[in-house]
């Protein structure tokens, strides 16, 4: 039977030494790297989750000051003296709200329009079907 003595073989015990060192410290730089990458996707998630409420809050404010913009006292009188009723303003500001998008338009007046001031049939069309290229450019 082979005995050790540690003056024996002094190279052994210092191979084991140092194998032991590296395997810690390479199980802990995982796992700090582990912890790392996990910290990067939560942070994302609650960055996500931010913005997502940030969203939903600035459409309700949106939506409170449209509701409050329709519900403002427009005078009824009957349609023969060719007044609009408060369901045709709402139509008709919802419909502005829709074509402008997010831009903040007041509806403060609506009125007919004259013969004379009235777009053909053709020019309406080409209007409305530049609108989206303007919005693309940036011009509206």
């Known amino acids: 039977m082979t005995t050790y003595h540690a003056s024996a073989e002094p190279n052994m015990s210092v191979i084991i030494l140092i194998t032991g060192f590296v395997v810690v410290f390479a199980v802990l730089i995982l796992l700090?790297?582990?912890?790392m990458a996990y910290s990067k996707i939560v942070s994302s998630a609650q960055n996500a989750s931010q913005k997502r409420k940030?969203?939903?809050q600035a459409q309700q404010a949106e939506i409170s000051s449209v509701e409050e913009a329709v519900s403002e006292?427009?005078?009824?009188?009957p349609a023969s003296d060719g007044s609009l009723d408060l369901q045709?303003?709402?139509v008709i500001t919802?419909?502005?709200d829709a074509f402008y998008g997010d831009s903040k338009v007041r509806v403060v007046g609506i009125r007919p329009t004259s013969g004379?001031?009235?777009?053909?049939?053709w020019a309406t069309a080409g209007l409305i079907e530049s609108i989206p290229k303007?919005?693309?450019e940036g011009l509206l």
Not at 32 to 35: A, F, K, N, P, S
Request: aromatic content about 0%; proline content about 4%; cysteine-free.
């Open 88 to 90: 045709t303003v709402a």
């Open 116 to 121: 004379s001031n009235t777009r053909s049939q």
């Open 73 to 77: 006292p427009v005078s009824s009188a």
């Open 134 to 136: 303007m919005r693309s």
């Open 54 to 56: 940030a969203k939903k």
């Open 32 to 35: 700090i790297g582990i912890i």
């Open 94 to 96: 919802a419909a502005v």
